[in-house]
């Protein structure tokens, strides 16, 4: 089965702070994607990348950066964390959009 | 934008009876749809696919019907299990060059009770 590995799995960061948060896959698959969960608000797409070097912004870019520097690593970038950003993050991998994508099992951040 | 419609977020059912869950969407394409369910404490994961033909995907006793014609993607179980309390999320994709983005609801709470 396809691994999408997240880590740290968990992070207590202090407001103004900057957060990483790293993903690696081994599948060598083209898409990957960064989400936050919450609670009414389901999934939300923060970032997105179709390749190496390549980064689109998703629905709630504001306040992140993402980075994939290759196919198997793709990063999520708080640069100044915000109590806002407390949640948790699911990174997740597939070979396109029209195929079935393998989530990490998320990092949960909370930001004090 | 595309956008993806899930209008329950709690559902509470009597084991053996039937599940529906709803989803619409709407999007400038034809898209994909997908329903991923998740466990508590664990990663979603893929339940059902909508195929680009007529087939209805069917998974662990759940099926769906893609309806262009009434933008919606339905999830449902002649009878529910125990087991199949879990969080369910609907998902678009748009497919093709530009089907990279994949959008979700935001999901519907299932319990089942004995």
């Known amino acids: 089965e396809a691994a999408v590995t997240q880590s740290p799995r968990n992070k207590v960061a202090v407001t103004g702070g900057k957060v990483t948060l790293s993903c690696n896959q081994t599948?060598?698959?083209?898409?990957m994607y960064w989400y936050r969960q919450d609670t009414g608000h389901g999934l939300r797409l923060i970032h997105y990348s179709y390749g190496a070097g390549s980064t689109e912004k998703g629905d709630i870019p504001d306040g992140y950066k993402a980075s994939r520097p290759s196919q198997e690593n793709f990063s999520l970038i708080l640069e100044l964390a915000t109590p806002s950003q407390t949640s948790v993050y699911f990174c997740?991998?597939?070979?396109?959009?029209?195929?079935?994508?393998?989530f990490g099992k998320g990092t949960r951040l909370t930001v004090v | 934008g595309d956008s993806v419609t899930q209008t329950e977020g709690l559902v509470t059912l009597t084991e053996g009876l039937p599940v529906m869950l709803n989803c619409t969407y709407q999007?400038?394409?034809?898209?994909?749809l997908f329903w991923y369910v998740q466990h508590l404490n664990e990663a979603p994961k893929l339940l059902l696919k909508?195929?680009?033909?007529?087939k209805r995907p069917e998974h662990q006793g759940f099926h769906a019907t893609l309806h262009k014609s009434s933008s919606s993607f339905h999830l449902q179980k002649s009878s529910a299990q125990l087991s199949d309390s879990a969080l369910y999320y609907c998902?678009?994709?748009?497919?093709?060059?530009?089907?990279?983005?994949?959008?979700f609801g935001i999901g519907t709470l299932l319990s089942v009770k004995p």
């Open positions: 599948n060598n698959h083209n898409n």
């Open positions: 909508s195929f680009t033909d007529n």
């Open positions: 997740a991998s597939g070979v396109r959009g029209n195929t079935e994508v393998f």
């Open positions: 998902a678009l994709s748009e497919g093709g060059s530009s089907g990279n983005k994949l959008i």
């Open positions: 999007s400038t394409y034809s898209p994909f």
